[in-house]
């Protein structure tokens, strides 16, 4: 059970509905991840803009990005996110059985290879990112990335570690169908 009550759009503030009718045109919803941060509508503001900036920009495809959601949120046992992430994919045509390896093993994934070689990186970033090498971080220019997009995915992967923590320390309810 939540551990704080998400607040309805009939409940919210002007600031916030405001917000809200952007997030909703985005996922025609607005999930309880947002309606949770609206306590705090300055956070819930600047949340919701770097999701945008991340998730909906940037050079590298939004299947990628939804990609590393699932691998960083199965990396640090996020159902909320894994499901909200599966469900995304799957709108996107991804198939049940790849975003399954996504959270169980990404060799098997049948992505492309530079993707695997990214979503390797990514999931050990975020389990253990003292340990990433250098040689690492060269082998994913030796495919293609920029710093440019390096550093992108790995800001895709710092967001989702910070909604993963703040939905599994506030027992944040699922509202999305888990995949």
Known sequence: MTRIKPIEKEEASDEVRIIYRDIEAAFGMVPNLFKTYAYFPALLRVNWEKTKVLMMGGELPR??????????????????????????????????????????????????????????YVRKATLTPHRITDSETDELKSLGLTDSQIVEILGVMELFTGYNKFLDALAVEIDFPEA
């Open 63 to 120: 299947e990628l990005k939804e990609s590393i959601a699932v691998v960083v949120s199965a990396a640090n046992v996020c159902n909320y996110c894994v499901a909200a992430h599966s469900m995304a994919l799957q709108m996107m045509g991804f198939p049940k059985e790849k975003i399954d390896a996504l959270t169980k093993n990404i060799e098997k994934s049948e992505m492309f290879p530079r993707d695997q070689k990214i979503l390797q």
